[in-house]
């Protein structure tokens, strides 16, 4: 049962264009999620974060927002730039837990 | 941020040999640990929770004889693959957190392991 789900395996997009990936949750119970991007063979590192409480959180040229009614999460990166182009993964957790629950993964290629 | 570092990197043994994985906190006391595993092109699962001197938490289908997890300090926690067999060849990531940490997670780099 897969709670946290990226439908589109991969995304390509122009340097400059706006990149938008997406998450799918079924949780209800999930209440702060957060972005990371990973390189081949390197571990994640944390791009943003949202708690439930709010809709929309920005930093720089990244923003993720949240619509707890849908159950869905986005990531806008915008302008995009071709070191932008790695693995996304969209993560959740619960109760500050720390257990993260990841989805599969969208490969963002940015192309100049 | 905070570093994690995890050791080594890459990994190639026998099949029926045990591995050891460590990951360790350089500038924070970690109170608490995590491991997954990542399959090409699939998401990183989580294997196991520990806490600083205490039984890790497993979870479920995570054998708990074959990945045997330690977490005897705040800034170490080992995982050692058992008797290891070539299913269980996979990308290994282990992250930490703790009060300096904000609770934030921060990640290792990873350990890929093949098994022969």
């Known amino acids: 049962d897969q709670q946290v789900k990226q439908n589109s395996p991969s995304l390509s997009v122009q340097e400059g264009r706006i990149s938008i990936l997406n998450c799918d949750y079924t949780n209800s119970m999930f209440d702060y999620f957060l972005w990371y991007k990973k390189y081949p063979a390197e571990g994640p590192t944390f791009l943003i974060s949202?708690?439930?409480?709010?809709d929309k959180n920005e930093d720089g040229r990244f923003t993720v927002f949240l619509n707890k009614s849908a159950k869905h999460l986005s990531l806008h990166i915008v302008p995009s730039q071709p070191g932008d182009s790695a693995v996304y993964f969209c993560a959740a957790s619960s109760g500050n837990t720390g257990k993260l629950i990841f989805g599969q993964g969208t490969t963002l290629q940015v192309k100049p | 941020g905070a570093v994690v570092s995890q050791h080594p990197s890459r990994v190639i043994c026998k099949s029926g040999t045990s591995v050891k994985i460590e990951c360790r906190s350089l500038?924070?006391?970690?109170?608490?640990m995590f491991w997954y595993r990542q399959f090409p092109k699939k998401s990183l699962m989580l294997m196991a929770t520990s806490n600083e001197g205490s039984k890790a938490t497993y979870e479920q289908g995570v054998e708990k004889d074959k990945f045997l997890i330690n977490h005897a300090s705040l800034t170490l926690s080992t995982l050692t693959v058992t008797s290891a067999h070539p299913e269980d060849s996979s990308f290994y990531i282990c992250?930490?957190?703790?009060?300096?940490?904000?609770?934030?997670?921060?990640f290792g780099s990873g350990t890929q392991l093949s098994v022969l």
């Open positions: 992250s930490a957190r703790g009060w300096q940490t904000n609770e934030k997670l921060f």
């Open positions: 500038d924070f006391q970690a109170t608490t």
């Open positions: 949202i708690s439930s409480i709010k």
